[in-house]
């Protein structure tokens, strides 16, 4: 039964009069999260796990809500804390394969289903059963995931010890394919590119190569686009890591993965290593304080400093939508010391997307500046989704009608009206940050962009 808005009234006063009564903290998380109060059912788990640190009940609830605000790499890090204990219930292997299929492992996820529903043949999980192609009683050779389509490849033999493998690609996408962006790829020129062409000049300056950068902004704004171009436009390997691919690995050999990772770059240099989501990986540090999360980051920390193997011609760069939830750790020199703001694209650069977007396309005289003077407030992604509504509506025309339509102004603007900027809700975050916690000027770019400095 979902409780209503006076019990939960009743049960935060009671914990006003008596803060530390466990039982009664748990069971107001629990309510708030049949409510859908994700936050606030959250702080009430931290605060009871803060008493009691190894409830498995807290954890699995914290795990949950984690889980429920896509804070995956987090929830992977109590899931596996749970793993660790003896006679696990059947919910953490559920939760533990629900996370591995957002990770993209099916591979690992049908494991930890089929382990659920050993202990326990009740546990079926509707989602997971249709995901993974298993139910309940299947022999483990029916399933729809025996070869793994994750994107990280598992190691030859299956075992535990072996090295992984991470996929790498040669894009071909330059900085000419990506519209506007043009502070962000001159620091990345000078920072990265230059030293890695012309070493002798640097190392004439007695300046060496080494250290990332780390872009942040609202999400869609083209971190990831801009990467991989970095690649391109060097010649060079990329290797995209999102953090919960990090942490997606065996429990207990993820520093010996994260070393490998960065070897393998090493090996494939000169290579781009892109971390995509950072900050859940510094966030793990400060929030989680659990040994296993700590020891990944430090780990992570000393392969950016190039302890036990140089880092020469492996280019590092990050992203993140949440810089605020990154470990200072990480901003120190050498690491991440350059930490550039990705803005939504202005009309001019909006211009230069919508170009690079059409071309190669059936168009009919398009007034790319015009339309680019409409979407205020778009990011490329939404800019992406604009062009490909007014594609499918020609090419459906097209096929209608039997001869190929072009695709004109007022057909880009018609599809402009059905997307919603995007950018504008990370703003209102951002901006809370930016005025309140913004030592040593760290978001004066925020502000400035708002107009608020
Ligand atoms: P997130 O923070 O959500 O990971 P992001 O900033 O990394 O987002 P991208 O994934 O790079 O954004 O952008 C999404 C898509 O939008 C890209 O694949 C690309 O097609 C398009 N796009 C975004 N920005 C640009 C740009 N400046 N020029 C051309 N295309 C862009």
């Not at 859908?36 to 409830?55: I, T, V, W």
């Not at 029916?142 to 033999?157: C, I, K, M, S, W």
């Not at 097209?398 to 603007?413: E, H, M, Q, V, Y």
């Amino acid at each position: 039964m979902i409780p209503s808005e006076e019990a939960l009234q009743a049960l935060r006063d009671a914990l006003v009069v008596s803060p530390d009564n466990l039982p009664l903290r748990r069971h107001l998380a629990k309510s708030l999260v049949q409510m859908g109060r994700y936050e606030e059912a959250e702080s009430n788990f931290r605060q009871a796990l803060a008493q009691e640190p190894d409830n498995s009940e807290c954890l699995l609830g914290l795990a949950e809500v984690y889980l429920y605000q896509n804070k995956n790499s987090a929830a992977l890090v109590v899931v596996e804390q749970l793993l660790r204990k003896n006679d696990i219930p059947a919910a953490v292997h559920i939760l533990h394969a629900r996370l591995l299929v957002r990770a993209g492992n099916e591979r690992l996820a049908a494991e930890a289903y089929r382990e659920a529903l050993e202990i326990d043949g009740q546990a079926r999980d509707p989602e997971l059963s249709e995901q993974l192609g298993i139910e309940p009683g299947q022999s483990p050779f029916e399933t729809a995931f025996d070869q793994d389509e994750g994107r990280l490849r598992t190691p030859v033999d299956g075992g535990p010890s072996d090295p992984m493998e991470y996929d790498i690609e040669r894009p071909k996408t330059k900085f000419a394919d990506v519209g506007g962006m043009e502070a962000v790829k001159d620091e990345i020129r000078i920072k990265i590119i230059l030293p890695l062409e012309q070493p002798d000049l640097f190392k004439a300056y007695g300046k060496s190569a080494g250290g990332g950068v780390l872009m942040y902004g609202p999400p869609g704004c083209g971190k990831t686009h801009l990467a991989r171009a970095t690649a391109g436009e060097v010649d060079a390997a990329f290797m995209s890591i999102g953090i919960s691919d990090v942490l997606d690995m065996w429990i207990g050999q993820s520093e010996k993965n994260l070393h490998e990772l960065f070897e393998q770059a090493r090996r494939n240099a000169p290579c781009v290593l892109f971390f995509d989501e950072v900050d859940a990986l510094g966030a793990s540090r400060t929030d989680m304080r659990q040994a296993a999360g700590r020891h990944l980051i430090n780990q992570f920390l000393s392969e950016l400093d190039g302890v036990s193997s140089t880092n020469e011609g492996v280019l590092i760069l990050a992203a993140t939508n949440a810089p605020w939830h990154l470990d200072a750790a990480f901003r120190r020199p050498g690491r991440f010391d350059r930490i550039l703001f990705v803005p939504p694209p202005d009309a001019d650069a909006r211009d230069a997307i919508l170009q690079i977007m059409l071309t190669g396309k059936p168009t009919d005289s398009v007034d790319c500046r015009q339309l680019a003077k409409k979407c205020e407030g778009f990011s490329g992604a939404d800019l992406k989704g604009m062009v490909d509504t007014a594609v499918e509506a020609k090419l459906r025309e097209s096929i209608k009608s039997g001869r190929l339509l072009p695709i004109g102004t007022r057909d880009l603007a018609a599809a402009a009206k059905q997307v919603k900027p995007s950018t504008r809700e990370w703003f209102a975050t951002a901006k809370n940050y930016a005025l309140y916690s913004n030592q040593g000027g760290t978001y004066d770019e925020i502000l400035k962009y708002l107009k608020l400095s």
